[in-house]
């Protein structure tokens, strides 16, 4: 996959947001997410990162709807079903899994008085959705861009935290969530979700010294290396994302949980920067996120 284009994003992401870790029910809420025993497990610092190329999870990802507007629902699925058969959907991803060249998207500004249509994103989840100075990148933002064009109104982007997304349609303040969101019961208590438009799954990220998962061959040898970590040993994720179910365990997800400690972040970047700044032993997100965010850091590096 060719990221190379896309990376000085991240790279500018990563330079001007702190390294705070968000918290969780599990996790710390000190500045790094790290504490003098993180730092003795996870060892020396690590110089790159690199994905261990299984999938853990099996996943399709969906728009999050308004569940008091069933004709948008209506309209979105007929959209995707239209840029599925087209090849739409397939030029917007070789954007930026490809040769091709991502298309800045602009946001209106709110104005109740309009015809627009009002997304919830996280905009730190290359390449679905991120930003690059005042403009928005990424696959669900080029997406979202053709789906107002189509229905004829003005788009708003409103950018939160990827766990306000859903809520903040549920509440009405929002229209849809276009955000890498994965289908689950939990979240369809917020939203409605439409036909998946996309197949997803988590991978692990680890310090490029890290042998242990080298010789896996499925994700159930990667599976059996993770459950005989401890609760010394920190993972983490993305706050609000499959990741950090897949960590701390959810009956909903079908996840049984892993021993490690699980550990917040505002966005994956951060936790792999952590990860190879000694505080955590190990990340897992999705996987396109993975692979653009190591090859990003290890640039840095």
Do not use: H
């Amino acid at each position: 996959m060719k990221f190379r284009k896309l990376m000085g994003i991240l790279l500018t992401a990563a330079c001007v947001m702190s390294m705070a870790a968000c918290g969780s029910k599990d996790a710390s809420d000190s500045g790094s997410g790290s504490d003098s025993k993180g730092e003795e497990d996870a060892g020396s610092k690590a110089t790159t990162a690199k994905v261990i190329e299984i999938d853990l999870t099996d996943e399709e990802y969906a728009f999050g709807v308004d569940k008091s507007q069933p004709e948008l629902l209506e309209q979105v699925n007929a959209f995707v079903g239209k840029i599925k058969e087209d090849g739409t959907l397939e030029e917007i991803c070789d954007k930026y899994f490809g040769d091709g060249e991502p298309q800045a998207v602009e946001s209106a500004t709110l104005d109740e008085a309009k015809d627009q249509l009002v997304v919830a994103t996280n905009a730190a989840f290359e390449p679905f959705e991120y930003t690059k100075g005042d403009s928005y990148y990424g696959i669900d933002m080029e997406i979202a861009s053709l789906l107002a064009e189509e229905l004829n109104k003005e788009l708003v982007i409103q950018n939160m935290d990827f766990d306000a997304v859903c809520l903040s349609v549920s509440q009405q303040k929002c229209d849809i969530a276009m955000a890498g969101l994965t289908i689950n019961e939990e979240r369809e208590e917020y939203v409605t979700f439409t036909d998946a438009y996309y197949s997803a799954s988590q991978r692990l990220i680890v310090p490029d010294s890290d042998t242990a998962y080298d010789d896996c061959e499925d994700a159930d040898a990667v599976a059996e290396l993770l459950a005989k970590l401890s609760d010394s040993d920190s993972i983490g994720v993305q706050a609000g994302t499959t990741g950090q179910y897949y960590v701390e365990g959810d009956a909903d997800w079908g996840f049984g949980g892993l021993p490690a400690k699980c550990v917040t972040y505002k966005s994956g970047s951060l936790a792999v920067q952590d990860m190879l700044n000694g505080n955590i032993k190990y990340v897992i997100i999705d996987a396109a996120p993975a692979a653009a965010i190591t090859e990003a850091i290890n640039e840095m590096q």
